[in-house]
């Protein structure tokens, strides 16, 4: 009987780490170079900070998610809808791993 009670117990153990509900933050969507702060000037001409991150993704540069001035890596580079809030401010649903998130939805955050 200890036997199945321990087993069960280590299932629910683990299966915890699959139960884990996502996460909600808000914050802003930028690039890897960058980071919190996108330098005026930097690409030789005045650009937004959407036009910079798309920059500078285009050479090489992750999105990155910044909140509350941590710099947050995304994990699903690919994940649809990223380059169209490059540079906003953004509700940002998802799983985070160590300083990585794995977004599962993502969209302009309310003024």
């Not at 906003?88 to 985070?96: F, I, M, Y």
Request: glycine residues 10%.
């Amino acid at each position: 009987m200890k036997i199945i009670q321990l087993g069960a117990m280590l299932a629910v153990l683990a299966a915890a780490p699959v139960l884990a509900a996502p996460t909600t933050w808000t914050g802003t969507i930028s690039d890897s170079m960058c980071g919190v702060k996108h330098m005026p000037g930097e690409h030789g001409t005045k650009v937004s900070d959407g036009e910079c991150t798309r920059m500078c993704v285009t050479k090489g540069a992750k999105y990155v998610f910044v909140t509350d001035d941590k710099v947050l890596t995304i994990a699903n580079q690919q994940f649809k809808g990223l380059d169209a809030v490059a540079g906003a401010r953004v509700t940002l649903t998802g799983e985070l791993k160590g300083d990585a998130i794995t977004v599962t939805k993502l969209e302009r955050a309310a003024k």
